[in-house]
């Protein structure tokens, strides 16, 4: 089993539709969580942290639910400067190593 | 100004041939890293380096050497490279060691070996 599991896609979606990513990850010890987004031949860019009690950041709202490993974004009324790579990151205890899922890509038409 | 830099943007070389990428930082951040990311996306942590110490080297080929002459910058240096080298290489930094484990990368560096 993969330490850190993505869908990934393509999630091809209208503009203004919402959408959902998924993350599943196997170390319960794992301490921080994020989600990135990479665009094409760019270098990641962090997009939010994620936290138990959720949080949200305008359209995007990403949750923890640490019984089932398991990370989630939600992006709510999607543009097209949306489509992407969108990366789940899990740090273990200690904060030195992280783990990368493989990326769930996203595609936002007209 | 620029966050995380890396030099050179792009790096095409023959196998055999050692090379280095330099990665430099201005955060103040006390971590760096170096990650390779592979024809398939994946991206996949190399070393973490905290304060000029190596913390984490994930199995990487001893051909590849991280230096770090300061808490700012962290180079890589690759001996007789081979053609699974080619990737895209990044450099990360973040304030760990206090507990701050947001990552900022540079743009990356595209090594291709011929």
């Known amino acids: 089993r993969k330490e850190v599991e993505q869908d990934p896609g393509p999630f091809n979606v209208p503009e203004g539709a919402t959408v959902a990513f998924n993350c599943t990850y196997s170390n319960s010890a794992s301490q921080s969580f994020f989600w990135y987004r990479q665009d094409c031949r760019k270098e990641p860019k962090l997009l939010m942290s994620v936290y138990s009690s959720g949080n949200e950041d305008g359209r995007f709202t990403a949750q923890l639910n640490r019984a089932s490993q398991y990370i989630s974004l939600l992006i709510r009324d999607s543009k097209l400067s949306d489509s992407a790579t969108y990366l789940c990151?899990?740090?273990?205890?200690?904060?030195?190593?992280?783990?990368f899922g493989a990326g769930t890509r996203l595609f936002v038409k007209a | 100004d620029t966050a995380v830099s890396q030099t050179p943007k792009y790096l095409v070389t023959q196998m055999g041939n050692d090379k280095s990428i330099k990665c430099e930082q201005n955060l103040g951040h006390d971590t760096m890293y170096w990650y390779k990311q592979d024809s398939k996306k994946f991206l996949k942590i190399m070393f973490s380096?905290?304060?000029?110490?190596?913390?984490i080297n994930e199995t990487v080929p001893n051909r590849f050497s991280p230096k770090s002459p300061d808490k700012a910058h962290l180079n890589l240096h690759i001996n007789s490279l081979e053609l699974g080298d080619s990737a895209v290489y990044f450099c990360?930094?973040?304030?760990?060691?206090?507990?701050?484990?947001?990552?900022?990368f540079g743009p990356g560096t595209r090594l291709t070996v011929t």
């Open positions: 990360a930094s973040s304030q760990a060691h206090s507990g701050q484990y947001e990552q900022y």
């Open positions: 380096y905290n304060n000029k110490e190596l913390i």
């Open positions: 990151v899990v740090i273990p205890t200690g904060g030195f190593k992280t783990i």
